[in-house]
């Protein structure tokens, strides 16, 4: 495949890896295998260190089919951006189609993290265990659907996390977060641990 070869700093092996895995993953995808698919298209992805345009747009695909619209609407907006910046015009023209006929069905989740909880030192919010940068707090964020774990965390504080449940289609959930992180305790020497 044309697109995953011009990728200039996979080395040969890594190429070789992602063009069987490309043509498995595409095979699974157009059999409608999209539980195999899938994943077999991600690490070929993942070998291109994501410069291979075409996979990330069969990725997307696979994506989209299988009920994950934020992450194909994250994939076909990475890939315009990208195909604009390379000259690609097609690719540009059909990741820029698919990712606006996908808005409309995103489902996105409201992170709200009050004042007083954003004012701790050295404060991490994860979704499902990816980092949500700070710039992504109190905005709504587009997500897959499933059961999903926020973690509030800081060095020294007792961590907080909620679990939500987002559903298949459009629609909109809310987590928040405005109790402040209380101090972990510490145990010297002496202190009894309780098992």
Do not use: M
């Not at 011009?6 to 995808?29: N, P, Q």
């Amino acid at each position: 495949l044309p697109a995953l070869a011009s990728a200039d700093d996979v080395d040969a092996a890594s190429r070789a890896r992602a063009e069987v895995l490309f043509k498995e993953g595409s095979d699974l995808l157009e059999s409608g295998n999209l539980a195999e698919a899938c994943p077999k298209l991600e690490a070929a992805v993942e070998l291109t260190h994501g410069e291979a345009l075409g996979g990330k747009l069969v990725l997307a695909r696979c994506y989209e089919r299988s009920g994950k619209k934020a992450s194909a609407w994250g994939l076909y907006q990475d890939v315009a951006t990208r195909a604009e910046r390379l000259g690609q015009r097609d690719r540009q023209g059909e990741a820029e189609q698919k990712s606006q006929a996908l808005a409309p069905e995103l489902h996105l989740l409201e992170l709200t993290i009050s004042d007083a909880v954003a004012a701790t030192l050295s404060l991490r919010v994860s979704l499902a265990g990816r980092p949500i940068p700070r710039g992504a707090w109190n905005s709504r964020i587009p997500v897959d659907p499933g059961e999903l774990e926020v973690l509030v965390s800081a060095d020294g504080r007792t961590p907080q996390s909620q679990t939500v449940t987002i559903p298949t289609g459009a629609g909109s959930s809310r987590v928040v977060f405005d109790r402040p992180l209380q101090a972990t305790p510490s145990v010297t020497r002496g202190d009894p641990v309780l098992p």
